[in-house]
Structures are given as C-alpha cells and as structure tokens.
C-alpha cells in the first residue's frame, strides 16, 4: 500500500511540472485585460482590441459575486502557460492557441466564469 501512495505522488509530482505551452498559435493578436483573478485559475479576460469572431466571446456577462457586469470576456482556457505576473487590471496582447492543450493540474475551488473558454499565449513585450 506504501509504495501504491509513493507511485501516485510520484506521478502527481511529474504531471505537475509538465510544460503546458504548445507553439502552435492562431495569427491574430489581441488587446485583452484581466478582469478577474480568481481563485484556482478561475480568470477572466475581456476583448479590448482586435476582431475577435463574436460567437468565441461573451458579450455581457455579470459575476454573480460581485455584481459586477464586464463586455466582450471568456475564461481562461490556457490557465498552465499563463504567466503569474499578470494581475488582475494589467492589460497585455495575446493570440488564441490552437494546438491541442496538454493536462496539467488546476484545483477545482470554484469562482464564477463567463461560459465560453479561449486557450491564449500571452505576447511577449
């Protein structure tokens, strides 16, 4: 049973430093902001430049906890390859990922998301 729990942590531990970035991405780039920086990678981001196909995005969708009603958003759909420096508030560029996602581990804590996920890779400065 010991070394049952020792081969589950082990995997655990290998899937956990998997690389989640891919390098296929879709060509257009995005203006977007961080509206919400929830718990468990629960954010979400809002479109404020580019012409981003509207049936991907949310065009008004209100936080059940707050209130707080946001235009043009989505989840998070690539929440491994995000970088942790963003905060809610920053504004960056991004394109939409097109590769197939790799599985890395996420907890499951629940925050309120719009219903359409995007996969992004954040642009560089």
């Known amino acids: 049973m010991k070394i049952f729990l020792v081969l589950i942590s082990s995997a655990v ?3 956990s430093n998997s690389d ?3 390098k296929s991405k879709e ?5 977007g902001r961080l509206e919400i920086k929830a718990i468990c990678s629960n954010y979400t981001i809002s479109v404020l430049e580019g012409n981003m196909d509207t049936s991907r995005i949310v065009a008004n969708w209100t936080d059940e906890n707050t209130g707080k009603s946001y235009t043009n958003v989505f989840k998070l759909g690539s929440p491994c390859n995000f970088p942790s420096t963003i905060n809610q508030g920053d504004e960056f560029f991004f394109t939409i990922d097109t590769a197939t996602q790799k599985d890395c581990i996420v907890c499951m804590a ?4 719009p219903p359409k996920v995007i996969p992004i890779i954040v642009q560089e400065n």
Do not use: E, I, M
């Not at 629940?110 to 998301?113: D, E, K, N, T």
């Open 13 to 15: 531990l290998l899937l």
């Open 20 to 22: 989640c970035s891919s």
């Open 27 to 31: 060509g257009t780039t995005y203006k």
């Open 110 to 113: 629940y925050y309120p998301v």
